[in-house]
């Protein structure tokens, strides 16, 4: 089973290059994510499932210790790589780790579970071991999909969310009472990406339109991007939870 997750992640990466820089706060792919990040400073960071390093790279320049894990090695190659490239090795280490399963010896202020959880077919052991590796007082920034999303409601996801290993989504009832069950609280919810942006990320052809939203066309979708979550929901959840 670890197997064939890993041959999973290590296909869907097979792809990615090195960044030409780190990423702003205004990132069409992460703007709801960095506008909470971008406070975080002076902290113990690790990002679960960091992939090539993005998020992690934009920690790092605001004065944090980041560690990033992900079960594939050529992404870790990559953000290793990427580190040297954008000199922030000093600031961020990577690691290949086939979370929950493999040992982290350290601490940690901030842990982001960004679109992990959904990928984890153990989600009690990861919960569990998140919590073990908080300090007291310590974050957990969590990002889920939604079985409210409007395209999944419409059968239009299924092929999507196999092809990128989804276990399983959740409903925000479900998701708020898993976090609270684990005696955690909840500092923060936000329902985001609407039928537009869903669309952008999971249709293969719409994909190929993400890199050329910048600038001012960036706020422009998110505008109305959050106008249809009102109409027709959203398909992402985004959580602050405090130990």
């Known amino acids: 089973m670890v197997m064939l997750r890993s041959n999973k992640y290590e296909e869907y990466n097979k792809n990615s290059s090195l960044q030409k820089r780190v990423i702003s706060e205004n990132n069409f792919v992460y703007k709801n994510h960095l506008s909470y990040l ?28 980041v560690t990033g894990v992900d079960i594939s090695k050529r992404a870790i190659k990559i953000a290793c790589k990427n580190a040297k490239h954008l000199g922030l090795e000093n600031k961020v280490k990577f690691k290949v780790c086939d979370y929950p399963n493999g040992k982290i010896a350290d601490s940690f202020d901030l842990i982001l579970l960004n679109d992990v959880l959904e990928h984890i077919p153990c989600q009690s052991k990861a919960l569990k071991t998140t919590i073990g590796l908080l300090k007291e007082n310590g974050i957990i ?25 989804h276990v399983r989504r959740y ?73």
């Open 38 to 65: 971008s406070g975080i400073r002076d902290k113990k960071v690790l990002d679960v499932g960091c992939g090539t390093g993005t998020i992690s790279f934009f920690l790092a320049t605001k004065n944090n210790d």
């Open 141 to 165: 920034f969590l990002s889920v999909p939604l079985k409210e999303a409007p395209l999944y409601r419409l059968g239009l996801l299924k092929k999507f969310d196999k092809k990128v290993g």
């Open 171 to 243: 409903s925000v009832e479900e998701f708020t009472n898993l976090i609270v069950g684990y005696g955690l609280t909840i500092e923060k919810i936000e329902l985001r990406e609407g039928i537009l942006k869903n669309s952008l990320f999971t249709n293969r052809v719409l994909n190929k339109l993400v890199r050329f939203i910048r600038g001012p066309l960036t706020e422009m979708v998110y505008i109305l991007d959050n106008v249809l979550v009102k109409l027709f929901g959203p398909s992402q959840l985004l959580m602050v939870a405090k130990k």
